[in-house]
């Protein structure tokens, strides 16, 4: 397995997040070379300045935490959050929709994932896997995949529940190689990280990184 840190996004996505949180966020994505920081999109253009020239990906949320939103708000803030400076876009699916056995969600993720290709950034789709039973988690990652997503994200952090193991080795075995899975919601250890990696994960959305990456490191002296 690489190093921890190439998989770990630091996650700050609190309803109080200060300035000085954010400051501080920044200062441990430098110092840890984290994956990347996923961060609010009022953020965005702060994080990427202070960010440039360091290989940490700028990640930020849309549609976020529900998904409620229309197709052309979500459309508004993709293209904003990556004029501001995000690489990738963490979106909320239209479960509501998915749930109304509508084709209405893979036609709104073809077309943010078609906005973020054209310039040049990653599109993640957060299912929230707490509200979905096997089927619906099997043909949820054929509609992401089908719509071009390159990523599937587990969970908000705000449902019932958060990454669980078997949900990401579904996952794993349902998407092509080609798309990648991050596991975000209730991964706090160096232990549950190293798990979920192994069950297929490519990245891990965590607000304890720091305290992730301070586990490893100990165990590589």
Known sequence: MNPINTYLEHTQLSPVLTDQQVNQLIEDALQYRFMGVCIPPFWVKKVKRELEGSSVQVVTVVGFPLGYQMTETKVYETTKAIGNGADEIDVVWSLSAFKAGMNWPKIELAKLSSVCHEAGKLLKVILETAYLDRD??????????????????????????????????????????????????????????????????????????VQIMEEWLSQEE
Not at 182 to 203: H, N, W
Request: proline share 1%; charged share 20%; net charge negative.
């Open 136 to 209: 619906e988690l099997v043909a949820a990652c054929k509609i992401c995949a089908d719509a071009g997503a390159d990523f599937v994200k587990t969970s908000t952090g705000f449902a019932s529940s958060g990454a669980q193991l078997e949900d990401v080795m579904l996952m794993r075995a349902i998407l092509p190689a080609q798309v990648g899975i991050k596991a975000s919601g209730g991964i706090k250890t160096l232990g549950q990280a190293e798990d979920f990696v192994k069950a297929g994960a490519d990245r891990i959305g965590t607000s304890m990184a």
